[in-house]
Structures are given as C-alpha cells and as structure tokens.
C-alpha cells in the first residue's frame, strides 16, 4: 500500500455538532510525508496541528486535537475516512473551532475525498504489524490487537438498554467497503444522556438531522443498518487509530471502548513500536 492523497482541493462547510458554529474546511493535496495536518484558524489564534496521538487534548464524547493553546475537535470522522480510504497526506485548511458534522456520519469526508479525486503517491505508506498481543483495559472496556497479516476490527458494543441490548460489527480491509459498510454509520446519543450533554457544554448543533436519538422505545430515524450504533463506534475506533501515524497490522478487538481508551491503546503501541524499533536496530548492529 502506497501513500494517497487527494487530487485537487475541495472545501466542507457545515455546523458543528458540538460547538454548534459554522465552520469552513478547505482539503488540500500534500506531498508523501506530510501526513495529517491541521492548520486551524479560530478566535484562539492560528496553528499548524499534526493528526498525532501526542496531540490529542481532549477524549471527552469526541477527539480534540490541540497546540499552541489552539484547538480544533471532534476530527475523528475525517480521520476515520483518511483510514478507510487510505488516504495519508492531507492539510485541512479550518476555520472555526470544530469539523462539520455532515449527517453524523462519514459521508461528508468521503464525498469530498470523492470529489476531489484520489492520487497514489511514489512512496510506500508507514505500516507497523503487531509482534504479539496488545491490550488496554479501563473496567468498562477493552482494547486488543494481536498479530494478523491486514487490518481486521471487530467491536461490541454491549448496552442494557432493550432495544439496543448487543450489537457487534466488524472490519477487513481486504473484504469489506468502508464507503458503503462503515462510513453512512451516524454519531448516536440516547434520550437520557441529551440534558446531561447540553450542561456540559456539548452537544449544541445536534438535531435529527445529524444523529440519531435513542428513546426509550424507538430510535428517532430508522436505522441505515440493524447495527448501525457498533459500525459507527468502529468507524471512531478507526479514526482514533488514524493518529497512530502508521498503518496498523493486526486483528483489533473492542469491547464497549471510546475515545479515551482508544487514546490509551495508541499510546501503548506507540511504546510498543518504540521497543521494537530498537530492538531492531540493535540486532542489526
């Protein structure tokens, strides 16, 4: 697999979901190498933010990237359709605090990506296979990988709520389509967490335009797949791993996981690759 980007530059405008404001988001092809950048222009002032664990401020309901005293959030969808569609080398040109939510899904990236065109460039992208099994854990869930030769996911998402009780789904890079299977999957909150969202600051743009509730008895849009809440918590995992800043090679398995935990698991294997890059080194004298 070589490094991709995108052809030509394309802009998304849209509402937070989040913050509730209006942002701008201009995509702009980069040269191999240049990964993942933000460069975000906001009330706080202006940085260039890499899309890297070491950057990530904040897990709280979505991913904030931060530096600088700057930040941008909830990036984890854009991210989550660089990962699935392979794209490395991307500078998001923002103008706000937050990325548009789109339908609460990640179509709104993929239609961009789409848009825009795709171009492979002349370089292999960064690929790290798992030598042995890797888990984190936080009492609530769990995060693992162990050795596979592609990228496989799975995720179970286990709730005691009746009407969404267990949902699981899953991922494989060589059989599955992310811009059909995982990327229509949208953002969801249940009824009862919606006044707690609000208090905390949260949750301001979003409407049954660009999430799905969940009642007590019926869920607020008729679901684009019957495990549409576990394909949306994978494509989140799967942005989550985009900040890893290398393509991962292994079977992942999660267990009612979010944001937090995954941050956790990225910061493992990056100690983990850490490790074995010097243990390489040094068997190569």
């Known amino acids: 697999m070589n490094r991709k980007t995108i052809r030509e530059g394309v802009k998304v405008e849209g509402i937070g979901l ?6 701008k988001v201009f995509l702009h092809p980069c040269e191999g190498g240049h990964g993942i950048v933000f460069s975000v222009h906001n009330e ?3 940085a260039l933010i890499p899309a890297l664990t070491p950057f990530v401020a904040e897990t709280r309901r979505r991913v904030v990237l931060a530096k600088d005293g700057v930040s941008v959030q909830t990036v984890e969808h854009l991210l989550a359709a660089c990962f699935g569609m392979g794209v490395t080398d991307l500078l998001v040109e923002v103008y706000g605090s937050e990325l548009p939510i789109g339908d609460g899904s990640a179509l709104i990236w993929v239609e961009a990506f789409r848009d825009a065109g795709m171009v492979e460039l ?37 709730t005691e709520h009746r009407l969404v009780g267990i949902q699981e789904a899953s991922f494989d890079e060589k059989e599955n389509d992310f811009a059909t299977e995982i990327a229509p999957a949208r953002t969801f909150g249940f009824w009862e967490e919606v006044s ?13 335009d660009n999430a799905i509730v969940v009642f007590p008895d019926r869920y607020s849009s ?7 809440l576990a394909r949306h918590k994978l494509l989140d995992l799967m942005g989550d791993l985009m900040l890893l800043g290398f393509r991962l090679r292994g079977k992942v398995v999660a267990n009612s996981s979010g944001h937090a935990l ?8 990056l100690k983990v690759m850490e490790r074995v890059t010097e ?6 004298g």
């Open 222 to 228: 008729p679901l684009r797949f019957p495990n549409e």
């Open 262 to 269: 995954h941050h956790e698991f990225c910061k493992t294997l």
């Open 122 to 158: 002349d370089e292999p992208a960064p690929v790290f296979s798992v030598p042995d099994l890797v888990a984190v854990g936080n009492g609530n869930g769990v995060v693992r990988v162990m050795p596979a030769e592609h990228f496989i996911a799975h995720f179970l998402f286990a």
């Open 18 to 23: 989040h913050s509730g404001g209006r942002a």
């Open 196 to 208: 707690q969202l609000w208090e905390q600051g949260l949750a301001k743009g979003g409407s049954l």
């Open 44 to 46: 706080r002032g202006s």
């Open 279 to 284: 243990e390489e080194a040094k068997a190569n």
